[in-house]
């Protein structure tokens, strides 16, 4: 019996352990959205061109999260090259760049 009671409250512990993480690790919408204010003058107009050199820059709402975190993590350590973006991101924290991608994440391609 004492096994048993022992197992369930290690299992509970793991279950309440991992949910917390999952929660953590996928960022929080809405203080994403307050710290992607920087984000949306470029990456929320429609059509938008930087002017030199000249490129189109990417709509990222609706991108996958996964995709965001590592793509700002790696202009973080400068192993993606665009000096706008690594000036950025090397002011996020990780919780920050978690909380932006999911903000974006979550948009579902309607902006930015």
Excluded: W
Aim: include cysteine; charge should be negative; charged fraction near 20%.
């Amino acid at each position: 019996m004492r096994n048993l009671i022992f197992s369930a409250m290690l299992l509970t512990s793991a279950t309440l352990l991992t949910t917390a993480q999952n929660a953590h690790a996928s960022g929080d919408v809405e203080s994403g959205k307050v710290k992607a204010y920087t984000c949306t003058g470029c990456h929320g107009i429609p059509g938008y061109k930087n002017v030199y050199p000249t490129y189109k820059v990417p709509k990222i709402g609706g991108q996958n999260y996964e995709y965001l975190v590592i793509a700002l993590k790696a202009y973080k350590a400068g192993e993606r090259d665009h000096p706008t973006m690594g000036l950025q991101a090397e002011a996020l924290s990780d919780q920050d760049i978690e909380d932006i991608s999911a903000y974006f994440a979550s948009l579902g391609g309607e902006s930015s």
